[in-house]
């Protein structure tokens, strides 16, 4: 059973590449193959087939702009109390039809 649930695996890994343990456990009881997810876990760590996802990055910050940076005000100040120091965000969204503005305080 170990060698033909190798094949199994190396034939499912060829037609989709980035299946992981679960989803190749999946597609093996999908066909008829009775098998345990950690034995396939492990046979595919043996094999070194695990599929490496990439990890979602996108930046969101652009430093390079000709707009002045303000310093943070807030260094100067020592706070010990609550309500000593309050901050708030607005974020501006540009639509088709006009714009959106989103405040929070925190």
């Known amino acids: 059973m170990k060698?033909?649930?190798r094949r199994g695996i190396?034939?499912?890994v060829q037609r989709i590449s980035r299946y992981g343990y679960r989803?190749?456990?999946k597609q093996l009881n999908r066909e008829e193959h009775r098998v345990n997810h950690k034995k396939i876990e492990r046979l595919m760590q043996e094999m070194?087939?695990?599929c490496k996802q990439p990890r979602s990055y996108k930046?969101?910050?652009n430093s390079n702009h000709r707009f002045p940076r303000y310093p943070n005000l807030n260094?100067?100040?020592s706070s010990c109390?609550?309500?000593q120091i309050w901050v708030s965000d607005i974020t501006y969204i540009h639509l088709a039809h006009g714009l959106c503005v989103l405040g929070s305080d925190s």
């Open 10 to 12: 190396e034939q499912i």
């Open 3 to 5: 060698q033909s649930s």
């Open 75 to 77: 260094q100067r100040h």
């Open 59 to 61: 930046v969101t910050t």
């Open 23 to 25: 989803r190749v456990t």
């Open 48 to 50: 070194e087939l695990q």
């Open 81 to 83: 109390n609550i309500d």
